[in-house]
Structure formats: structure tokens, C-alpha cells
């Protein structure tokens, strides 16, 4: 469109779209199809032997979707995107990837907590192990690694420690291994960038802050196009060797033709075909509805977030506030490196009086919703000791960093003033 790079403002607005080929139509249409029509026989075959890209099936690809996939890959800076249907769907596919049973991957001990439990068990009973460090240790991620490792993987702002991963060093060790670090950006779409810090893969769950209306459940893996997999053939099988159930293809030949996408052609035509979480179209469109605004609202969001973090500070019965802002040391200079665009709109406290406040707390809210969800634009609150880490052990409740009074809270667009008065209400019936 231009002949220079254009803003996140716009390319929210513009990127992968600009009106229906058949209709004029400026928004682009919910294609509620499941099927599209081959032009002839030549049509089909050259479209499922990936000698044309196009339209085959909706759980393949649909055209809404596509357009919400190209924009979140230019967002991102990225070479091309794979919608699915959840975070946790893109979470599984972006390891399984890469990983078979027999593989290991390593991950950062500070996930959401349904990540979690995906790592600890469910790909585990797959056969894929995941083994965890700390992610505030880059150098741990090389100790636990062997021939078998096929990728890291880090949350950039992590609840409910809410530190940043030092994505920067650890993509930086992982690259001369052959090892592509994955990055769960959810909790900061378009503050941080992990990309230019050298991650090979973002994942998203859309749900979040890029849908930002708590319409739709969504998922987005973004390949960043920079990572070589051809130079690590014994590293990465899934993407240098014949694959039987594409006629020998081997993707990283495969995708040539179309450019650096190996790794998302793979998880499109091997996983989206048989595994089949793909997104329907009309979450595709809520989700880019609510994309179109998302350099607007993140701001806004870090800034009511900002002013929450000062209020709770001041109040005498809150013993800890959890934010970036409150950090120091190298957890402040990693944050200050990955959290360009302001430092998100999640908050975590704890209370004097453990797990009996943090729910007296909770209770006494009237403008938060009490829900197991983030990045709305209506401010949200929740206890994750007894809600969304209640199935981890006690121990991994702790490593994960949740403690009985600890409160979760992700703050929205309203005024600053309405959000700080429920608060101060909140607080008083629960601690008075
Ligand atoms: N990653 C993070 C950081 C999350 O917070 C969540 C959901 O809360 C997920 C992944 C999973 O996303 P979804 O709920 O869309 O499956």
C-alpha cells in the first residue's frame, strides 16, 4: 500500500484488506462458508498439492480468517500467522510443531495456568516432556537441554509474577543451538515486540486484549520468518525430513516458493488438517473488530493500570503490589528492555489478610467482574489460588507464584476515577 513502513495505528485498520473483490464491501464480510468452489479439476489438485494457495475448506483457511491472520503478522512483524480456535489450542500447536513423542521442549516455570497444566500433563501423557526452569535464568534453559530439545518457550509478562522474561538472552543461546524460543505475548500485544529481541514464534491467545471485548475465544501463531530451520536438520525432523502424510513433503523445501513460512505451512496443513481446531469465521470477525482499535486501548490500559498501581501503594492494609513498575534490579532493566510500549494492564496484590480478604475483597466488588478472563475492556478481578491455579499443587501454586491472598487484577478502559472508588470501597468492606 505505501512505499514505507506504516504505524501500528494503521496497519490495525488496513493490513490484509482493503474491500470484498466481488461487493466494495470496506469491512471484511463474515465468510460463513465451510466449502468454496474449485474452478475445475486443474483448480483442485493444484490447490491441495500446494502448487496455488486458495480456499479448500474453512477448518484449512477461510478469507476472514486470513485477514485477521495477515494483519496480526504485520502487527507483529512477522512473516504469516495461523488463527486457531483458543490460546491454548495455539499454545499446543506451537510445541507440537516441532515436538513428538520422545521430544522435549523447555519452558519457563511462569505460565498461565492453563498452559500449565497442558505442559505438565497433557502433553506429557503425549509423550512430549516439558521441562522447567526459571525463566529469570537464560542460561538455565541451556542446562536443561539435550539432542531431544526442540524449543523454549517464555511468557513475555507472566501473571501473577508479572516479570518480564528476558527474551532477548535467552533467544540469543537458543539460536546457535538450533533451538527457536516460542513467546506467549497475550498479556502484551504491542508493548512488546518479541520478535526484534530474536524470538522465532509469538503466540497468542486473541481472547485477550487483541479481541479486548470478551466476545470470542480465539488463538494466533505468528512465525517470525527469521528462524533457519534447513541448518539444523537433526534438531528439527518435523521440518527437514519426508513427511508421509504429505506425499514426502519436506516442509522446509516445501515452502520456499511462498517464503520463510515453513514452520506455519506445517502447523496449517499437518495440524489444523488433523487436529482440526480451527476458528470460525465469525470470531474471526469479532476478533478483528476489536483488533482495530488495539493501539488505542493498550495505552489506556497501562495508564488506568499505572494509576491503580499508586492507589494500592498507598493503602495500608495491601502488603505487595505486583506490576513492572515496582520492580528493581535487572527484573527493571528487563522490563524497561521488552515493555517499549508501557508496562500492561495487569495488576496483582496481596492482603494482610491472606486467602479469607482476598475473597472478602473479591465479593465486595461492584464494578469489576469477577471472571477468569484478562484483557477486557471492562475492568476484571479474580482470587487464583482458589479459581484459575486452584488444580495445581500447592507447591506448583507457589512456583508459579500464587499465594492465598494474592488478587488478580486486570484493569479496563473506564475512568480512572470509577475503577479507584470501587476499589477503596472493596478494600474497606473487606478489610474494615
Ligand atoms: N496464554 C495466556 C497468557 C493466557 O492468559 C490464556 C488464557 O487465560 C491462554 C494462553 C489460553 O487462552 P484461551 O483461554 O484463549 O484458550
Known amino acids: 500500500m505505501a512505499d514505507r513502513p506504516l504505524h501500528p495505528e494503521t496497519l490495525a485498520l488496513h493490513a490484509g484488506w482493503r474491500a470484498d473483490p466481488s461487493t466494495g464491501a470496506v469491512v471484511p464480510p463474515i465468510y460463513q462458508t465451510t466449502s468454496y468452489q474449485f474452478r475445475d479439476t486443474d483448480h483442485a489438485a493444484n490447490l491441495f498439492a500446494l502448487r496455488e494457495l486458495g480456499n479448500i475448506y474453512t477448518r484449512l483457511g477461510n478469507p476472514t480468517t486470513d485477514v485477521l491472520e495477515q494483519r496480526i503478522a504485520a502487527l507483529e512483524g512477522g512473516a504469516a500467522a495461523l488463527a486457531v480456535a483458543s490460546g491454548q489450542a495455539a499454545s499446543a500447536y506451537a510445541v507440537q510443531n516441532l515436538a513428538r513423542a520422545g521430544d522435549n521442549i523447555v519452558s519457563g516455570t511462569d505460565l498461565y495456568g492453563g498452559t500449565w497444566n497442558l505442559f505438565a500433563n497433557t502433553l506429557k501423557d503425549m509423550g512430549i516432556e516439558v521441562r522447567f526452569v526459571d525463566p529469570a535464568d537464560p542460561e538455565a534453559f541451556v542446562r536443561a537441554s539435550d539432542d531431544r530439545t526442540r524449543a523454549w518457550y517464555v511468557e513475555t509478562l507472566p501473571n501473577p509474577k508479572l516479570i518480564v522474561a528476558p527474551i532477548g538472552e535467552i533467544a540469543a543461546l537458543g539460536r546457535p543451538l538450533g533451538i527457536p524460543l516460542i513467546v506467549d505475548n497475550t498479556a502484551a500485544p504491542l508493548i512488546a515486540r518479541p520478535f526484534d529481541h530474536g524470538a522465532a514464534i509469538v503466540v497468542y491467545s486473541t481472547t485477550k486484549y487483541i479481541g479486548g471485548h470478551g466476545t470470542s475465544i480465539g488463538g494466533m501463531i505468528v512465525d517470525g520468518g527469521t528462524f533457519d530451520w534447513e541448518a539444523f536438520p537433526d534438531r ?197
Not at 482499535?293 to 493500570?305: I, K, S, V
Open 236 to 432: 528439527q525432523p518435523l521440518l527437514n525430513t519426508p513427511d508421509p502424510s504429505y506425499h514426502g513433503a519436506v516442509w522446509s523445501q516445501a515452502a520456499k516458493p511462498l517464503g520463510p513460512i515453513a514452520y506455519i505451512l506445517r502447523a496449517r496443513t499437518v495440524l489444523l488438517r488433523d487436529l482440526g481446531a480451527a476458528l470460525s469465521p465469525t470470531n474471526a470477525f469479532q476478533i478483528l473488530q476489536g483488533l482495530e482499535t488495539l493501539p488505542l486501548r493498550m495505552p489506556r490500559h497501562c495508564e488506568n493500570a499505572a494509576k491503580v498501581v499508586a492507589f494500592l501503594q498507598s493503602r495500608p492494609e495491601v502488603t505487595r503490589v505486583i506490576h513492572p513498575s515496582v520492580q528493581t534490579g535487572i527484573q527493571a532493566e528487563r522490563a524497561a528492555r521488552v515493555l517499549t510500549g508501557g508496562q500492561g494492564g495487569l495488576v496483582g496484590f496481596e492482603l494482610a489478610g491472606g486467602s479469607g480478604a482476598g475473597r472478602a475483597f473479591i465479593n465486595a466488588l461492584q464494578l469489576f467482574y469477577h471472571v477468569a478472563n484478562i484483557g477486557d475492556a471492562r475492568s476484571l478481578a479474580i482470587h487464583p489460588a482458589s479459581t484459575t491455579h486452584s488444580q495445581l499443587s500447592a507447591e506448583e501454586q507457589a512456583v508459579t507464584g500464587v499465594s492465598e491472598g494474592y488478587v488478580r487484577l486486570s484493569i479496563g478502559l473506564e475512568h480512572i476515577d470509577d475503577i479507584i472508588a470501587d476499589l477503596g470501597q472493596a478494600l474497606d468492606r473487606a478489610t474494615g
